[in-house]
T-cell receptor, first 114, second 112 residues
Framework: DSGVTQTPKHLITATGQRVTLRCSPR?????VYWYQQSLDQGLQFLIQ???????AKGNILERFSAQQFPDLHSELNLSSLELGDSALYFC?????????????FGEGSRLTVL | SQQGEEDPQALSIQEGENATMNCSYK?????LQWYRQNSGRGLVHLIL?????REKHSGRLRVTLDTSKKSSSLLITASRAADTASYFC????????????FGKGTTLSVSS
């Protein structure tokens, strides 16, 4: 158990819909990262927050947005969903704002868009 | 963009054999990390090697880093069936505003 909690574990929805994925980082960790894992693209970095502020941005689509709340949990919002958005979405956390150490990953949220 | 590229994409061995996976990357890095993922589960950190280190050991794992060739290798000695998983290298690029970049992974299958 990494200490990172993601909900929901599974989500099935239709094209055009909007979903919210939630992540609670390990106790004491200030950084939250979101990654998307699909078979053809591998593990793609989406976005990082550190203590409520956006710290780094990767290949995140404009239809996707994220935020980190004062209690440090984070939400990833995916809108106008397309079939290609079907993937495993991982949240990871770390203490620091820079990549000086390991990331602790949650078990992921599997999104299926029909 | 993909920074690390693992090789081979898939590896099948017998229990007791050694498994070697390689990772190549493109830009200068602060550190390189290896992670393991069991099917459909979250990634688990295995080992981190800093850019000024050449070799690191952790139990049955041995990692090497050659910054001149921009490559790293992960050796798992005396493999067990429980080592069956996907292994990813992740690089920490030496530039602000980026996070760990993962390769596509090597799928290791260890049969008993």
């Amino acid at each position: 158990d990494s200490g990172v909690t993601q909900t929901p574990k599974h989500l099935i929805t239709a094209t055009g819909q909007r979903v919210t994925l939630r992540c609670s980082p390990r106790s004491g960790d200030l950084s939250v990262y979101w990654y998307q894992q699909s078979l053809d693209q591998g593990l793609q970095f989406l976005i990082q927050y550190y203590n409520g502020e956006e710290r780094a941005k990767g290949n995140i689509l404009e239809r996707f947005s994220a935020q980190q709340f004062p209690d440090l949990h984070s939400e990833l919002n995916l809108s106008s969903l397309e079939l290609g958005d079907s993937a495993l979405y991982f949240c990871a956390s770390s203490k620091a704002g820079v990549n000086t150490g390991e990331l602790f990953f949650g078990e992921g949220s599997r999104l299926t868009v029909l | 963009s993909q920074q690390g590229e693992e090789d081979p994409q898939a590896l099948s061995i017998q229990e007791g054999e050694n498994a070697t996976m390689n990772c190549s990357y493109k830009t200068s890095i602060n550190n390189l990390q290896w992670y393991r993922q069991n099917s459909g589960r979250g990634l688990v950190h295995l080992i981190l090697i800093r850019s000024n280190e050449r070799e690191k050991h952790s139990g049955r794992l041995r990692v090497t880093l050659d910054t001149s060739k921009k490559s790293s290798s992960l050796l798992i000695t005396a493999s067990r069936a429980a080592d069956t998983a996907s292994y990813f290298c992740a690089t920490d690029p030496n530039q602000a505003g980026t996070a760990l970049i993962f390769g596509k992974g090597t799928t290791l299958s260890v049969s008993s």
